[in-house]
Protein backbone atom coordinates (compact mmCIF):
# COMPACT_ATOMS: atom_id res chain seq x y z
CA UNK A 1 0.00 0.00 0.00
CA UNK A 2 1.27 3.27 -0.73
CA UNK A 3 1.84 5.43 2.01
CA UNK A 4 3.52 8.78 3.42
CA UNK A 5 5.00 9.36 7.00
CA UNK A 6 6.65 12.76 7.99
CA UNK A 7 8.40 13.17 11.34
CA UNK A 8 8.32 14.99 13.91
CA UNK A 9 5.40 15.45 14.05
CA UNK A 10 6.26 18.71 15.90
CA UNK A 11 9.13 20.83 16.31
CA UNK A 12 9.81 23.64 17.95
CA UNK A 13 13.41 25.61 17.00
CA UNK A 14 15.23 28.61 18.21
CA UNK A 15 15.63 31.04 15.86
CA UNK A 16 18.83 30.33 13.79
CA UNK A 17 18.71 26.67 14.92
CA UNK A 18 18.91 24.72 11.74
CA UNK A 19 17.18 21.41 11.46
CA UNK A 20 15.99 18.74 8.99
CA UNK A 21 11.64 17.58 8.43
CA UNK A 22 11.56 13.81 6.95
CA UNK A 23 9.25 12.31 4.68
CA UNK A 24 9.47 8.83 4.84
CA UNK A 25 7.58 7.16 0.99
CA UNK A 26 6.17 3.69 -0.06
CA UNK A 27 5.37 3.66 -3.41
CA UNK A 28 5.30 1.05 -6.57
CA UNK A 29 6.62 3.65 -8.39
CA UNK A 30 7.41 7.76 -8.12
CA UNK A 31 5.91 10.27 -9.84
CA UNK A 32 6.79 12.86 -7.70
CA UNK A 33 7.20 14.32 -4.66
CA UNK A 34 6.21 17.25 -2.63
CA UNK A 35 6.83 19.88 0.12
CA UNK A 36 3.61 22.42 1.09
CA UNK A 37 3.60 24.68 3.55
CA UNK A 38 0.51 25.40 5.39
CA UNK A 39 -0.61 28.41 7.80
CA UNK A 40 -3.11 28.18 10.12
CA UNK A 41 -6.66 28.67 8.65
CA UNK A 42 -5.30 28.80 5.00
CA UNK A 43 -5.03 25.63 2.28
CA UNK A 44 -1.20 24.33 1.50
CA UNK A 45 0.94 26.37 -0.46
CA UNK A 46 3.62 24.70 -2.80
CA UNK A 47 7.03 24.84 -1.83
CA UNK A 48 8.78 22.15 -4.41
CA UNK A 49 8.33 19.24 -6.64
CA UNK A 50 10.89 16.42 -6.84
CA UNK A 51 10.88 13.89 -9.59
CA UNK A 52 14.15 11.42 -9.12
CA UNK A 53 16.38 10.55 -6.43
CA UNK A 54 19.82 12.77 -6.17
CA UNK A 55 17.27 15.61 -6.73
CA UNK A 56 17.84 18.92 -4.71
CA UNK A 57 15.51 22.25 -4.53
CA UNK A 58 16.37 25.59 -2.76
CA UNK A 59 14.14 28.04 -2.02
CA UNK A 60 15.73 30.56 0.43
CA UNK A 61 16.20 29.22 3.96
CA UNK A 62 14.55 25.88 3.04
CA UNK A 63 16.25 22.90 0.55
CA UNK A 64 14.29 19.81 -0.21
CA UNK A 65 16.61 16.08 -0.75
CA UNK A 66 15.58 13.34 -2.43
CA UNK A 67 16.34 9.82 -2.09
CA UNK A 68 14.46 6.09 -2.99
CA UNK A 69 12.66 5.78 0.06
CA UNK A 70 12.87 9.67 1.56
CA UNK A 71 12.78 13.25 1.50
CA UNK A 72 14.10 16.11 4.01
CA UNK A 73 13.24 19.66 4.57
CA UNK A 74 16.65 21.51 5.56
CA UNK A 75 15.85 24.71 7.26
CA UNK A 76 18.95 26.97 7.56
CA UNK A 77 18.72 29.52 9.68
CA UNK A 78 15.09 30.00 10.58
CA UNK A 79 12.99 32.72 11.39
CA UNK A 80 9.87 33.33 13.31
CA UNK A 81 7.52 33.86 10.11
CA UNK A 82 9.30 30.00 9.03
CA UNK A 83 6.21 29.06 11.57
CA UNK A 84 3.98 26.81 9.93
CA UNK A 85 2.68 23.17 9.29
CA UNK A 86 5.15 21.67 6.33
CA UNK A 87 3.25 18.78 4.44
CA UNK A 88 5.08 15.99 2.00
CA UNK A 89 2.76 14.51 -0.99
CA UNK A 90 3.86 12.14 -3.16
CA UNK A 91 1.91 11.17 -6.38
CA UNK A 92 2.74 7.16 -6.84
CA UNK A 93 2.28 5.55 -10.29
CA UNK A 94 -1.12 3.92 -10.61
CA UNK A 95 -2.49 2.87 -13.73
CA UNK A 96 -5.43 4.79 -14.27
CA UNK A 97 -5.27 7.82 -11.79
CA UNK A 98 -3.24 10.32 -10.87
CA UNK A 99 -3.59 10.82 -6.88
CA UNK A 100 -1.84 12.86 -4.31
CA UNK A 101 -1.25 10.98 -1.25
CA UNK A 102 -0.42 13.42 1.72
CA UNK A 103 1.15 12.77 4.73
CA UNK A 104 -0.06 14.41 8.31
CA UNK A 105 2.77 16.95 8.29
CA UNK A 106 5.17 18.40 10.82
CA UNK A 107 3.76 21.30 12.91
CA UNK A 108 7.01 24.03 13.20
CA UNK A 109 7.30 26.87 15.35
CA UNK A 110 10.71 29.03 15.38
CA UNK A 111 10.88 31.25 18.73
CA UNK A 112 12.45 34.59 18.73
CA UNK B 1 -5.74 35.58 -11.56
CA UNK B 2 -7.90 35.10 -8.21
CA UNK B 3 -6.63 31.32 -7.46
CA UNK B 4 -9.29 28.75 -5.94
CA UNK B 5 -12.40 30.16 -5.10
CA UNK B 6 -14.93 28.22 -2.46
CA UNK B 7 -17.76 28.95 -0.70
CA UNK B 8 -18.63 29.42 2.21
CA UNK B 9 -15.48 29.46 3.85
CA UNK B 10 -17.49 28.65 7.49
CA UNK B 11 -20.50 26.02 7.49
CA UNK B 12 -22.44 25.54 11.06
CA UNK B 13 -25.27 22.68 10.19
CA UNK B 14 -27.33 19.98 12.03
CA UNK B 15 -26.66 16.49 11.67
CA UNK B 16 -29.19 15.26 8.87
CA UNK B 17 -29.30 18.36 7.10
CA UNK B 18 -27.74 18.55 3.57
CA UNK B 19 -24.56 20.88 3.24
CA UNK B 20 -23.43 21.84 -0.25
CA UNK B 21 -19.28 23.43 -0.58
CA UNK B 22 -18.48 24.97 -3.80
CA UNK B 23 -15.78 25.73 -5.77
CA UNK B 24 -14.42 27.78 -8.77
CA UNK B 25 -10.92 26.55 -10.26
CA UNK B 26 -8.37 28.43 -11.56
CA UNK B 27 -8.88 29.50 -15.29
CA UNK B 28 -7.29 26.91 -17.58
CA UNK B 29 -6.84 24.18 -15.37
CA UNK B 30 -7.55 21.14 -16.33
CA UNK B 31 -7.76 19.12 -12.66
CA UNK B 32 -9.96 19.56 -9.62
CA UNK B 33 -9.06 18.06 -6.48
CA UNK B 34 -11.59 17.81 -3.31
CA UNK B 35 -9.80 16.87 0.14
CA UNK B 36 -10.73 17.02 3.61
CA UNK B 37 -8.58 17.57 6.47
CA UNK B 38 -8.52 16.69 10.07
CA UNK B 39 -5.90 16.80 12.53
CA UNK B 40 -6.27 13.04 13.37
CA UNK B 41 -6.10 11.55 9.08
CA UNK B 42 -4.51 14.62 8.09
CA UNK B 43 -5.51 15.66 4.10
CA UNK B 44 -7.50 12.81 2.41
CA UNK B 45 -7.76 13.23 -1.14
CA UNK B 46 -11.66 12.61 -1.63
CA UNK B 47 -12.15 12.80 -5.44
CA UNK B 48 -10.73 14.57 -8.69
CA UNK B 49 -12.09 15.63 -11.76
CA UNK B 50 -9.97 15.74 -15.36
CA UNK B 51 -11.89 17.87 -17.97
CA UNK B 52 -15.35 17.99 -15.88
CA UNK B 53 -15.34 13.91 -15.87
CA UNK B 54 -14.60 11.81 -12.42
CA UNK B 55 -11.36 9.73 -12.79
CA UNK B 56 -10.77 8.97 -9.34
CA UNK B 57 -13.48 8.79 -6.03
CA UNK B 58 -11.71 5.85 -4.50
CA UNK B 59 -11.66 8.67 -1.27
CA UNK B 60 -14.78 9.16 -1.22
CA UNK B 61 -15.84 7.83 2.49
CA UNK B 62 -19.64 6.78 1.44
CA UNK B 63 -22.53 6.90 -0.77
CA UNK B 64 -23.78 10.40 1.71
CA UNK B 65 -20.84 12.17 -0.18
CA UNK B 66 -21.14 13.31 -4.14
CA UNK B 67 -19.74 15.58 -6.21
CA UNK B 68 -20.08 17.00 -9.62
CA UNK B 69 -18.83 19.31 -11.96
CA UNK B 70 -21.25 20.45 -14.53
CA UNK B 71 -18.81 22.47 -16.58
CA UNK B 72 -14.51 23.83 -16.41
CA UNK B 73 -15.58 26.72 -13.80
CA UNK B 74 -17.86 25.12 -11.37
CA UNK B 75 -17.88 22.27 -8.90
CA UNK B 76 -19.80 21.25 -5.79
CA UNK B 77 -19.33 18.62 -2.53
CA UNK B 78 -22.35 17.12 -1.30
CA UNK B 79 -23.05 15.83 1.97
CA UNK B 80 -26.32 14.05 2.50
CA UNK B 81 -27.26 13.62 5.12
CA UNK B 82 -24.18 14.99 7.24
CA UNK B 83 -22.96 13.80 10.40
CA UNK B 84 -20.97 15.39 13.34
CA UNK B 85 -18.10 13.08 11.86
CA UNK B 86 -17.75 14.78 8.69
CA UNK B 87 -16.64 17.92 10.52
CA UNK B 88 -13.71 18.66 8.96
CA UNK B 89 -12.14 21.15 6.44
CA UNK B 90 -12.68 20.70 3.05
CA UNK B 91 -9.94 22.07 0.35
CA UNK B 92 -10.68 22.38 -3.70
CA UNK B 93 -7.42 22.38 -5.14
CA UNK B 94 -6.72 22.58 -9.25
CA UNK B 95 -4.16 22.09 -11.71
CA UNK B 96 -3.11 22.11 -15.26
CA UNK B 97 -1.10 19.31 -15.99
CA UNK B 98 -1.16 15.45 -16.98
CA UNK B 99 2.05 15.01 -15.62
CA UNK B 100 3.32 15.23 -12.00
CA UNK B 101 2.35 18.88 -11.03
CA UNK B 102 1.92 21.20 -8.61
CA UNK B 103 -1.65 21.63 -7.20
CA UNK B 104 -2.97 25.14 -6.10
CA UNK B 105 -5.09 24.94 -3.40
CA UNK B 106 -8.28 27.38 -2.22
CA UNK B 107 -8.78 28.52 1.23
CA UNK B 108 -10.90 25.90 2.60
CA UNK B 109 -14.49 25.35 3.87
CA UNK B 110 -14.49 24.81 7.89
CA UNK B 111 -17.83 22.53 8.39
CA UNK B 112 -19.32 21.71 11.35
CA UNK B 113 -22.10 19.28 12.05
CA UNK B 114 -23.41 19.45 15.10
Known amino acids: EDQVTQSPEALRLQEGESSSLNCSYT??????LFWYRQDPGKGPEFLFT???AGEEKEKERLKATLTKKESFLHITAPKPEDSATYLC?????????????FGTGTRLKVLA | DAGVIQSPRHEVTEMGQEVTLRCKPI?????LFWYRQTMMRGLELLIY????????DSGMPEDRFSAKMPNASFSTLKIQPSEPRDSAVYFC????????????FGPGTRLLVL
Open chain 2, 49 to 56: FNNNVPID
Open chain 1, 27 to 32: VSGLRG
Open chain 1, 89 to 101: AVQPYTSGTYKYI
Open chain 2, 27 to 31: SGHDY
Open chain 1, 50 to 52: LYS
Open chain 2, 93 to 104: ASSYSLQAETQY
